[in-house]
């Protein structure tokens, strides 16, 4: 039997959220010595997302970036850095392009910054593209703010707190430990509904709460799991870092269109009016959005509403500790039927929540898949990717990991066949499978080129 050590549920989520993206104290940096030019030059075309550009003193380093349509040498924009866990840089960036229409700012993101790369690592990226935008393009350098989701989060705290020339964070999916976030910063968190961590988020919130003269703390649900906001949400980060002289216009109709949106529920409206009011601050007129928060908020059925969901996050961080003890205990039978269970409540409402716990425990099969492989211990990763399918079986990333353990083995027929399963289950990034140092051995292998054949 697997034996595991009892460890605290939140250093498990800590380990996992943040694998790779290691988290040990860093030293206070120093500030980078900019080398601006005096008038930078155009060199790419506006309106249009780059995937991978140089950095000119960086050759093995690139990063994405869109420069708005409107872009002018005579002006300065606010810059948006992204920090993706896989480090798609242009992922986010292409999903928000239309906010850096509408809000007239610059959006880069580093394609080297990413889970599996050490932190000091990744902040050193940031710094390098950082560098780079303020010799060659018109930033505001009073309007730099970091934008991270899951273990990208992590990064963007971290260099929010060491460099003051940042103007706001935002992140998703994950954060930081609170005491590692700036203080006397904007902190704009976003949570999905079925995110799996989505009680660690509304508990970086109660917490900052306890503490908020030391700190400036929004979180907004949203309709989602545990990925980058659809662009509607994500506007919330643009009308919270918008700059004064910019005018109204944006925050007026920003407003318009939170009052003409559907809400699942009024408690989740009640959230995203609070959210708003806090950010555009004395912007704009936000008497009726903050009427209705009152109003709403005074019902005794709102009441019982908000009291039933506190207690709907103790209850899931209390099922999060209880299969955490259990993992790599109990049996393929049983996780089977655990898995049912959650996937068909009794009570509806508790289905979200269900599914952000279902979400944990295939996270948590990942991550000990992922690192007994990475070991060679063959027998506790066989076991655990026994787990990972159990909890779940649609999830292409478990035959995947299952080659590459079969390829470590020496077990030909077995890896082709698992990742064969993988493509079936939607597999389809070729780059990452010829990548895979486990696969060497099966290059010139005639059913292994016939594998990537199906990729595009």
Same mark, same amino acid.
């Given at each position: 039997?697997?034996?595991?050590?009892?460890?605290?549920?939140?250093?498990?989520?800590?380990?996992?959220?943040?694998?790779?993206?290691?988290?040990?104290?860093?030293?206070?940096?120093?500030?980078?010595?900019?080398?601006?030019?005096?008038?930078?030059?155009?060199?790419?075309?506006?309106?249009?997302?780059?995937?991978?550009?140089?950095?000119?003193?960086?050759?093995?380093?690139?990063?994405?970036?869109?420069?708005?349509?409107?872009?002018?040498?005579?002006?300065?924009?606010?810059?948006?850095?992204?920090?993706?866990?896989?480090?798609?840089?242009?992922?986010?960036?292409?999903?928000?392009?239309?906010?850096?229409?509408?809000?007239?700012?610059?959006?880069?993101?580093?394609?080297?910054?990413?889970?599996?790369?050490?932190?000091?690592?990744?902040?050193?990226?940031?710094?390098?593209?950082?560098?780079?935008?303020?010799?060659?393009?018109?930033?505001?350098?009073?309007?730099?703010?970091?934008?991270?989701?899951?273990?990208?989060? @992590?990064?963007?705290?971290?260099?929010?707190?060491?460099?003051?020339?940042?103007?706001?964070?935002?992140?998703?999916?994950?954060?930081?430990?609170?005491?590692?976030?700036?203080?006397?910063?904007?902190?704009?968190?976003?949570?999905?509904?079925?995110?799996?961590?989505?009680?660690?988020?509304?508990?970086?919130?109660?917490?900052?709460?306890?503490?908020?003269?030391?700190?400036?703390?929004?979180?907004?649900?949203?309709?989602?799991?545990?990925?980058?906001?659809?662009?509607?949400?994500?506007?919330?980060?643009?009308?919270?870092?918008?700059?004064?002289?910019?005018?109204?216009?944006?925050?007026?109709?920003?407003?318009?269109?939170?009052?003409?949106? @559907?809400?699942?529920?009024?408690?989740?409206?009640?959230?995203?009016?609070?959210?708003?009011?806090?950010?555009?601050?004395?912007?704009?007129?936000?008497?009726?959005?903050?009427?209705?928060?009152?109003?709403?908020?005074?019902?005794?059925?709102?009441?019982?509403?908000?009291?039933?969901?506190?207690?709907?996050?103790?209850?899931?961080?209390?099922? @999060?500790?209880?299969?955490?003890?259990?993992?790599?205990?109990?049996?393929?039978?049983?996780?089977?039927?655990?898995?049912?269970?959650?996937?068909?409540?009794?009570?509806?409402?508790?289905?979200?929540?269900?599914?952000?716990?279902?979400?944990?425990?295939?996270?948590?099969?990942?991550?000990?898949?992922?690192?007994?492989?990475?070991?060679?211990?063959?027998?506790?990763?066989?076991?655990?990717?026994?787990?990972?399918?159990?909890?779940?079986?649609?999830?292409?990333?478990?035959?995947?990991?299952?080659?590459?353990?079969?390829?470590?083995?020496?077990?030909?027929?077995?890896?082709?066949?698992?990742?064969?399963?993988?493509? @079936?289950?939607?597999?389809?990034?070729?780059?990452?499978?010829?990548?895979?140092?486990?696969?060497?051995?099966?290059?010139?292998?005639?059913?292994?080129?016939?594998?990537?054949?199906?990729?595009?």
């Amino acid at each position: 039997m697997l034996q595991f050590h009892q460890i605290p549920i939140t250093f498990f989520m800590f380990l996992l959220i943040g694998l790779g993206f290691g988290l040990s104290a860093c030293q206070q940096t120093n500030q980078i010595v900019h080398r601006k030019a005096e008038v930078p030059k155009l060199t790419i075309a506006t309106a249009k997302v780059y995937v991978a550009v140089g950095i000119e003193n960086y050759p093995n380093e690139t990063y994405a970036i869109y420069l708005p349509s409107t872009y002018d040498l005579k002006k300065t924009y606010p810059l948006y850095i992204f920090c993706d866990p896989q480090g798609s840089a242009a992922y986010p960036i292409a999903k928000y392009q239309s906010l850096a229409e509408s809000y007239q700012a610059i959006l880069v993101g580093s394609n080297n910054c990413k889970n599996g790369i050490d932190l000091n690592t990744c902040i050193s990226y940031l710094e390098h593209i950082v560098e780079e935008c303020k010799m060659k393009y018109a930033i505001n350098d009073s309007f730099l703010n970091v934008c991270g989701f899951s273990g990208g989060a @992590k990064v963007a705290g971290a260099y929010a707190a060491m460099h003051s020339e940042v103007h706001s964070l935002v992140g998703g999916g994950a954060m930081p430990t609170l005491e590692q976030c700036p203080q006397k910063m904007p902190i704009l968190v976003f949570a999905g509904n079925r995110d799996m961590n989505f009680t660690d988020l509304v508990n970086f919130q109660t917490h900052a709460k306890a503490s908020e003269s030391l700190y400036d703390v929004t979180l907004l649900e949203f309709d989602g799991k545990h990925e980058w906001p659809d662009s509607i949400t994500y506007e919330y980060a643009f009308v919270m870092n918008e700059q004064v002289y910019s005018g109204t216009s944006n925050a007026l109709r920003f407003i318009e269109k939170m009052e003409s949106k @559907k809400y699942n529920g009024v408690v989740a409206q009640i959230n995203a009016y609070q959210a708003a009011i806090h950010l555009l601050g004395n912007r704009v007129d936000a008497k009726k959005l903050q009427r209705f928060v009152d109003e709403a908020s005074s019902k005794p059925e709102t009441k019982v509403l908000v009291a039933q969901k506190a207690a709907q996050v103790k209850v899931e961080q209390g099922l @999060k500790d209880y299969y955490n003890k259990l993992i790599g205990q109990k049996d393929l039978i049983w996780w089977t039927s655990e898995r049912e269970k959650l996937m068909h409540p009794e009570n509806e409402a508790d289905l979200d929540m269900c599914t952000r716990v279902l979400g944990f425990l295939s996270l948590a099969g990942y991550s000990y898949s992922n690192r007994y492989t990475n070991q060679n211990d063959f027998k506790n990763a066989t076991q655990m990717l026994d787990f990972y399918r159990a909890v779940d079986p649609q999830n292409s990333d478990q035959p995947y990991l299952s080659a590459i353990m079969y390829s470590k083995m020496g077990d030909k027929v077995k890896a082709i066949s698992s990742l064969n399963q993988a493509i @079936k289950m939607g597999f389809n990034n070729k780059s990452k499978l010829l990548g895979e140092t486990a696969f060497q051995p099966l290059v010139n292998d005639v059913d292994f080129k016939k594998v990537i054949a199906l990729l595009k």
